[in-house]
């Protein structure tokens, strides 16, 4: 399957523009389309063919228009257009299209079918219902698909704090023991694992993949903090965390129905806590079908601090997490 016309939803984003850096690296190989909402400000970047078309995410019509002559649409768009009747959408707008591949939004979460079955979609989307839906169409063979998981953006969760550590003020928060074993990947690997998938989407048609450049067991908070304080020559300041309770209320209010209360107990007991974690997919990565290759943690840290510099503010909210009242 040869891709040529590629059109990225959510462009201007995180993922979606470290994509499009990526594929830029090939010429004039791809004619590439930034797809976003009327309201966004987006604008491609400079000296680069990119075309910029504005839809309405809602319209079956509006999107069918924009898909039309594209071979690849790949999905960056976050929110309520996660949920499964905007996706879903979308979805069937590229099939009547007759786009040949549709590349899922599935970029950080990892649970499994029954964890999934437990969370409200305002935590998790609709990411379950949607990948039994992709396989269903390419089961039919309407449309061929993927969807790339490989954990939160490790340099994002890094420095914005929800990694506990504010690397500004040399302070870490350390969930629990601060051993759990932790998936993540740093945005770069993402998007050239992307890439590489739209150069050669064969191996990986109609079936999910999954990367992490760590080696099994090789990144925890606590092997986090002995690095950061290595590559910064200094000491944090430590406060432990009881993510025991912090995961107790959080399912406390899940079952009260009070889900946004929940939410961001129930994102650190997926990454941090043994006892109720879900982050682990070591034992499904292929990191070499699409060309990922094993770092180290230090080198990810030096390339994440370089990028957002040493004295980047956090964000409070997602570094401070405390359990929710019940």
Same mark, same amino acid.
């Given at each position: 399957?040869?891709?040529?016309?590629?059109?990225?939803?959510?462009?201007?984003?995180?993922? %979606?523009?470290?994509?499009?850096?990526?594929?830029? /690296?090939?010429?004039?190989?791809?004619?590439?389309?930034?797809?976003?909402?009327?309201? +966004?400000?987006?604008?491609?970047?400079?000296?680069?063919?990119?075309?910029?078309? +504005?839809? *309405?995410?809602?319209?079956?019509?509006?999107?069918?228009?924009?898909?039309?002559?594209? *071979?690849?649409?790949?999905?960056? #768009?976050?929110?309520?257009?996660?949920?499964?009747?905007?996706? /879903?959408?979308?979805?069937?707008?590229?099939?009547?299209?007759?786009?040949?591949?549709?590349?899922?939004? *599935?970029?950080?979460?990892?649970?499994?079918?029954?964890?999934?079955?437990?969370?409200?979609?305002?935590?998790?989307?609709?990411?379950?219902?949607?990948?039994?839906?992709?396989?269903?169409?390419?089961?039919? %063979?309407?449309?061929?698909?993927?969807?790339?998981?490989?954990?939160?953006?490790?340099?994002?969760?890094?420095?914005?704090?929800?990694?506990?550590?504010? #690397?500004?003020?040399?302070?870490?928060?350390?969930?629990?023991?601060?051993?759990?074993?932790?998936?993540?990947?740093?945005?770069?690997? #993402?998007?050239?694992?992307?890439?590489?998938?739209?150069?050669?989407?064969?191996?990986?048609?109609?079936?999910?993949?999954?990367?992490?450049?760590?080696?099994?067991?090789?990144?925890?908070?606590?092997?986090?903090?002995?690095?950061?304080?290595?590559?910064?020559?200094?000491?944090?300041?430590?406060?432990?965390? *009881?993510?025991?309770?912090?995961?107790?209320?959080?399912?406390?209010?899940?079952?009260?129905?009070?889900?946004?209360?929940?939410?961001?107990?129930?994102?650190? +007991?997926?990454?941090?806590?043994?006892?109720?974690?879900?982050?682990?997919?070591?034992?499904?990565?292929?990191?070499?079908?699409? %060309?990922?290759?094993?770092? +180290?943690?230090?080198?990810?840290?030096?390339?994440?601090?370089?990028?957002?510099?040493?004295?980047?503010?956090?964000?409070?909210?997602?570094?401070?997490?405390?359990?929710?009242?019940?």
């Amino acid at each position: 399957m040869e891709l040529k016309n590629v059109a990225i939803l959510g462009p201007g984003g995180n993922v %979606g523009a470290a994509i499009i850096t990526e594929l830029l /690296k090939d010429g004039s190989r791809f004619n590439l389309v930034g797809i976003t909402r009327k309201t +966004s400000t987006y604008t491609p970047p400079p000296n680069t063919n990119i075309t910029h078309k +504005s839809v *309405d995410y809602t319209s079956f019509h509006s999107l069918l228009e924009a898909f039309t002559g594209q *071979d690849a649409v790949v999905n960056c #768009i976050t929110g309520g257009a996660t949920h499964y009747e905007p996706s /879903k959408l979308i979805i069937d707008a590229a099939v009547a299209a007759g786009v040949k591949f549709f590349f899922a939004n *599935d970029y950080v979460g990892h649970l499994t079918r029954e964890q999934f079955k437990r969370l409200p979609e305002s935590f998790v989307g609709a990411k379950p219902r949607i990948r039994e839906y992709l396989e269903e169409l390419g089961t039919q %063979g309407k449309i061929a698909w993927t969807g790339l998981t490989g954990g939160p953006f490790f340099d994002m969760w890094l420095m914005k704090g929800p990694a506990g550590f504010d #690397i500004a003020n040399r302070h870490a928060r350390i969930y629990g023991t601060g051993n759990n074993p932790l998936c993540w990947t740093p945005l770069p690997t #993402i998007a050239l694992a992307v890439a590489n998938i739209i150069r050669n989407p064969k191996p990986v048609c109609n079936r999910p993949i999954y990367i992490c450049p760590f080696p099994k067991n090789q990144l925890t908070q606590n092997i986090l903090l002995s690095t950061l304080e290595s590559v910064l020559d200094t000491k944090f300041t430590i406060e432990n965390v *009881d993510v025991k309770k912090i995961n107790e209320h959080a399912k406390i209010a899940l079952e009260r129905g009070e889900a946004g209360k929940a939410m961001k107990g129930l994102a650190v +007991s997926n990454q941090f806590y043994e006892a109720d974690s879900g982050n682990d997919f070591s034992h499904l990565v292929e990191n070499e079908v699409v %060309g990922v290759n094993t770092m +180290s943690v230090e080198d990810a840290v030096r390339e994440a601090i370089q990028r957002y510099g040493e004295d980047f503010k956090i964000v409070e909210g997602m570094f401070r997490v405390e359990p929710c009242e019940i």
